[in-house]
């Protein structure tokens, strides 16, 4: 159970319990749906952009604890920053829901720590990951729908 | 998980049957016993099966139906006695209407592909249900864009089972085609296929079942059924992946254009004219599966030795008993409560997405299925985004049954 406990940490719990942002957004400039065919996941992401800045990020949607938690920690740590932080923070989630090297500390991830359980969990990267990717999108603006397959 | 002394009330020696199915004794996820309760999706092998499948690797290699040589002519020879063993087992009229495919998937493109667009034009209709698969959806769904044909779906009631009255107000003198399973893999629904063929039949339609999930639990008798067509797959009655078979009457079967184009499907060929081979082989191009096909025959001479009846007996009491046992957790909801069920069962946890279930049970060994279980219209109709599903073979027991329990037990302490 140690390596679930892992998994799912209170943080994770929490967020999946009482997602924040969980909403659209009126005033969203682009919104990008995202899917996992495997399972039946699918989210829909709103940004709201000015300039570089993301002003707001909200999203709605259903998926399991991995995948809702993530979208909500993502929409409450990306707002305020910059585009450039955006993709820079989605490089560094990365990395550390494959267990590759060279993720910052957790200090520095901050709410992100949480899921550095998923590492030990591959068939669930791509639910940590699903929002994120959405997300991508909807800053690249080059697409309306997005898939994990 | 100790199966000793589980001789089942059911009279099956549940202890030498797990004897037979090596991968059930391999630990997993650090050394817990696996509980292989995904057998919807694909089924556990016996070694008899796995035995076959080595000998002719070993012993009989060789092209089908082309060499004049010794191992040629066993191949062969092995080949068609499959064929002749799947024909007993669902009680065709004639090896001719046996058609060797890649599995059920393939069987029902076949059909659409070269019945279909043969048969089907603008304004004509198809019938399927809504507890298709996603493979008896989609097949039709293609015709019917390339022939401008409608595509109509027989409603479900909220126990899952067809709505035979609807299913008769849809039939009409356009109907061409009536396709359904004999029982759904997302909720296990057993449909009243004997009913449901007489009436379609009544109303001048061809019959096509999808029995994936038919031939693993029930008695098929495709001559008593009377269907035109029944298609299903190797790996899910114990037998390899990547082959089927398509079940067809010889004089629609002999009405049909070639599907796929090749070896082995004709006669003879000049660039001036090609005349195309006899049934079956009409619709067998290129070089067969042959091992899968001789791996079907052997898994369907273990399940004839052991006796549906019996494997299907047993069955039902894990289901009952499961299904009981579920439904003592709080907060757990059956997706799925038809009077007639094969042994699955499909279910949501309230607070926890099936997904995670499937995590957490999987840390346990125990091994479900969790999604959409390719059929997305039939969670829609059930207001859900995805259910856990578990599925039981002859090989489970009753304490699998109580495995998954306290395994879910598990999953509420995680997410309380």
């Known amino acids: 159970m140690s390596d679930l406990r892992e998994l799912y940490q209170q943080v994770i719990l929490d967020h999946n319990k009482n997602p924040r942002n969980f909403h659209e957004l009126p005033n969203a400039t682009k919104s990008v749906d995202g899917y996992n065919p495997l399972c039946g996941d699918h989210y829909k992401i709103y940004v709201e952009v000015e300039g570089d800045t993301i002003k707001d990020i909200g999203f709605t949607g259903n998926g399991c604890a991995i995948s809702k938690a993530s979208a909500s920690v993502m929409s409450s740590s990306l707002k305020g920053k910059s585009t450039a932080e955006a993709h820079q923070l989605f490089d560094v989630f990365h990395k550390l829901v494959t267990g590759e090297p060279g993720s910052l500390s957790t200090a520095e991830l901050g709410r992100l720590a949480a899921f550095s359980g998923v590492s030990e969990f591959p068939a669930r990267v791509k639910c940590a990951t699903l929002a994120w990717h959405t997300l991508n999108s909807a800053l690249e603006g080059d697409k309306e729908t997005v898939s994990t397959e | 998980m100790s199966a000793v002394l589980q001789q089942t009330n059911t009279g099956l020696d549940i202890d030498r049957i797990r004897r037979d199915f090596p991968i059930l004794t391999q630990p997993v996820r650090g050394g817990r016993p696996l509980v292989y309760l995904d057998n919807a999706a694909t089924t556990q092998k016996p070694r008899q099966m796995i035995d076959r499948i080595v000998r002719y690797y070993t012993e009989e290699n060789a092209n089908v139906h082309r060499g004049v040589h010794y191992l040629s002519e066993t191949a062969t020879d092995s080949y068609e006695k499959a064929r002749t063993t799947v024909k007993r087992f669902i009680n065709a009229r004639d090896e001719k209407e046996i058609v060797f495919t890649r599995g059920t998937t393939e069987g029902i493109n076949l059909v659409a592909q070269s019945w279909g667009r043969k048969n089907i034009g603008a304004g004509d209709e198809i019938v399927i249900t809504a507890i298709e698969h996603h493979s008896n959806i989609v097949p039709w769904q293609m015709l019917c864009e390339e022939k401008g044909s409608r595509l109509l779906i027989v409603p479900v009631n909220d126990e899952g089972e067809v709505i035979l009255e609807e299913f008769e107000k849809l039939l009409s003198p356009r109907t061409k085609i009536v396709s359904f399973g004999h029982a759904s893999n997302a909720l296990g629904t057993i449909n009243p296929i004997r009913k449901m063929i007489a009436l379609a039949k009544a109303a001048g339609a061809v019959t096509l079942i999808d029995g994936a999930q038919g031939v693993p639990h029930l008695h098929v008798d495709v001559r008593d059924l009377d269907c035109d067509f029944y298609a299903f797959s190797a790996h899910k009655v114990y037998g390899p992946t990547g082959t089927g078979v398509l079940y067809g009457k ?12 090749g070896g082995d499907m004709i006669l003879s060929v000049s660039f001036e004219k090609t005349t195309y081979n006899a049934l079956p082989y009409k619709f067998e191009a290129g070089t067969p599966n042959i091992e899968g096909v001789i791996g079907l025959a052997a898994a369907l001479d273990y399940v004839s030795a052991i006796g549906i009846d019996t494997i299907a007996a047993h069955e039902q009491d894990l289901l009952h008993y499961a299904t009981k046992r579920m439904l003592e957790i709080d907060g757990l909801r059956i997706i799925g409560t038809a009077a007639e069920k094969a042994s699955v069962i499909s279910f949501v946890l309230e607070g926890v997405h099936p997904h995670d279930i ?45 495995a998954l329990v306290d395994g879910l037990h598990k999953v509420i302490e995680v997410f309380r």
């Open chain 2, 250 to 261: 010889e004089s629609i079967l002999d009405a049909m254009p070639p599907w796929q184009g």
């Open chain 2, 358 to 402: 499937g995590t957490i049970l999987d840390e346990q060994g125990i091994a479900i299925r969790t999604g959409h279980h390719c059929a997305q219209p039939l969670m829609l109709r059930f207001n859900v985004p995805a259910t856990g599903r578990a599925s039981f073979a002859m090989y489970n027991t009753r304490d699998e049954a109580d």
